[in-house]
């Protein structure tokens, strides 16, 4: 994880290079940050569709603003800002546009393979009360506020460090970890009837 | 049974591993570079200007209500110092005119020939004699 104030950007040459116009070097951030990105856009939209679209967009509009970026930054806290505020503003949009429910949500999310431990899979009551536990646990982290869900996503299923979440969302780490605390709070009780 | 914060973040921890399947970013990025393409050539023009002038405008951010606000008061500046105003006209009592109106015979004029222009030596009593 890049410490902003300790370290100088790995990505200057890339960025300056992209800066200039080369393709290829933009080509390379994307396949860097790619799949970090892809993973907290998916589990705040929780929909793959909307998921490709937003990444486009994100990663458009990083390109078209390379020129205004002075890194003060690094590039990497930069552009996750950048997802992170079009991700909810994605959200409030969708939100107004159609009061979507669980059921319009990706079949996939509800069937995330990333929670079926292999070992389970010889025992179909066990793998039946992990699927259901999943589901839960999706249902749970859709009821979370996005403010919630977006530092439950960053912190317990990305690893990222409090510190970064806090330059990332320009708010205090004292912010972060309370957040976090009410964030578990409601994932515990909405999760107390299925867990043994 | 509750389950513990550790236990929730075991849990959701092993969604990090939750990935787009192989290839994703190969197609990604050639719709990507299609869609450069295609602004590239969108941006020409007037449409172009515009949307570059929007996305200036939308980046600004709070600043641009104030940037917003002094670019109206500065049009309606423009307008007011601009606007022809009409002068002032003091309405003057008329009379209706009750008889024919002719026009004018152009006066005759002299027949310089007919004239004697010769310097007079005689003049009368007080006026110079040449």
Do not use: E, M, T, W
């Given at each position: 994880m890049p410490d902003d104030s300790l370290?100088?950007?790995?990505?200057d040459d890339l960025v300056a290079r992209a800066r200039n116009g080369d393709t290829r070097a933009f080509d390379a951030l994307i396949l860097k940050y790619g799949e970090k990105l892809y993973g907290l856009v998916y589990n705040m939209t929780s929909h793959k569709e909307d998921t490709h679209d937003l990444l486009q967009d994100i990663f458009a509009k990083a390109y078209h603003s390379l020129p205004r970026?002075?890194?003060?930054?690094s590039f990497y806290t930069w552009i996750y800002q950048i997802a992170v505020n079009m991700t909810l503003n994605f959200l409030k949009k969708r939100k107004r546009r159609s009061g979507m429910?669980?059921?319009?949500?990706d079949a996939s999310f509800q069937d995330?393979?990333?929670?079926?431990?292999?070992?389970?899979?010889?025992n179909p009551e066990k793998q039946s009360k992990l699927h259901e536990l999943q589901k839960r646990l999706n249902e749970a982290m859709l009821s979370l506020s996005e403010a919630h869900r977006t530092v439950v996503t960053m912190f317990?299923?990305?690893?990222?460090p409090h510190a970064e979440i806090a330059r990332i969302l320009k708010v205090s780490e004292g912010t972060v970890r309370s957040r976090l605390h009410y964030a578990h709070l409601h994932l515990q009780s909405k999760l107390q009837d299925y867990w043994e | 049974m509750k389950p513990t914060v550790e236990e929730i973040g075991t849990l959701l921890a092993?969604?990090?591993?939750e990935r787009p399947e192989d290839g994703y970013f190969d197609g990604f990025l050639r719709e990507f570079h299609q869609r450069l393409r295609a602004e590239e050539a969108q941006q020409k023009g007037l449409a172009g200007w515009w949307r570059k002038t929007s996305a200036w405008f939308s980046d600004l951010g709070a600043s641009k209500w104030a940037y917003a606000g002094g670019l109206a008061y500065a049009t309606i500046v423009v307008l007011v110092m601009t606007f022809p105003r009409g002068q002032e006209v003091i309405p003057t009592a008329t009379t209706p005119v009750n008889h024919e109106v002719r026009s004018l015979e152009p006066a005759a004029v002299e027949q310089l020939d007919a004239l004697d222009l010769r310097p007079s030596t005689k003049g009368r009593t007080g006026e110079q004699e040449f």
């Open positions: 370290q100088p950007d790995p990505d970026f002075r890194g003060q930054s429910s669980l059921n319009d949500l995330d393979p990333a929670l079926v431990d292999a070992s389970h899979l010889a317990d299923i990305q690893g990222i | 092993l969604k990090r591993h």
